[in-house]
Structure formats: C-alpha cells, structure tokens
C-alpha cells in the first residue's frame, strides 16, 4: 500500500484529497479513548505513521487527509496538512440506541474546503487551504 501511495503521489502534480480508512495522523502520543468509550479503536500503525506523514508532506500534493475508524470526530493540522477524522455512520449512540447517522459532504472552492456535517455530533466546518 505505501508502495502504491508514494507511486501515485509521485506520478503528477494536482492537489490530492486522500481518505482513508485508518487515520494518517496517529503518534504515539495520543491521548487514550475517552472514558467509558467502549468502541474506541485505536490506531495499529505508530512505527510507520511518521514516514507515512513525511511521504505525504514530501508530496506537496495532498491538502487533506480524511478517515473514520476511531468512531469520534477530529482535526488537527500537521507541518500544514490538515486530518479530519470522522465519527461512524452506523456507530450506535448510547444514550439513544440509534445509529449516529454521521456524514459529510466536501466542497473544495477557491482555497476553501467546507465539510458539512450531518447527523449527531456532526458538526461543519471551513478550513482554508493553499491549492498549490
């Protein structure tokens, strides 16, 4: 997979939105699951999410890196890049027994990307970018 990642990077220069099902900006670091969260799913890859970062960053192509797999929202910006993670579509809410129904739409204009966030807990956001 990282093979085909730093080929396609490689292979033009056109600005990259890159999802993802684990999320790109893991270390080891990070803060454990909240209390209590039982379907908190931790990242598996902190050996190589430095190099992964470094390919994407080396790049100068990818503005945004978007994934879900930890079942809870968000964002934090790394050397200008920025890393949404994106709460579950189906994870179920404890204190409704209902699915979150979580999703987003992207739009992408003139150095703005906009999230509209749908579902419980989804919030919107703009993030501004420069599209190289």
């Not at 790109?24 to 902190?46: C, M, Q, R, V």
Request: include cysteine; hydrophobic fraction near 30%; aromatic fraction near 8%.
């Amino acid at each position: 997979d990282l093979v085909w990642l730093k080929t396609d990077l490689s292979a033009n220069g056109t600005p990259c939105l890159l999802f993802s099902h684990i999320p790109l900006d893991n270390t080891a670091e990070d803060p454990p699951p909240p209390k209590g969260d039982d379907w908190y799913f931790p990242s598996f890859y902190h050996a190589q999410g430095e190099g992964i970062r470094e390919m994407i960053e080396d790049s100068s192509r990818v503005l945004i890196c978007m994934a879900g797999h930890r079942h809870r929202n968000n964002h934090r910006e790394i050397n200008g890049i920025h890393y949404i993670t994106h709460q579950s579509l189906t994870h179920r809410n404890k204190a409704t027994g209902h699915p979150y129904g979580a999703f987003s739409i992207v739009e992408i204009d003139h150095g703005e990307i906009r999230i509209n966030g749908y579902g419980v807990k989804q919030e919107s956001r703009s993030l501004k970018i420069s599209i190289p």
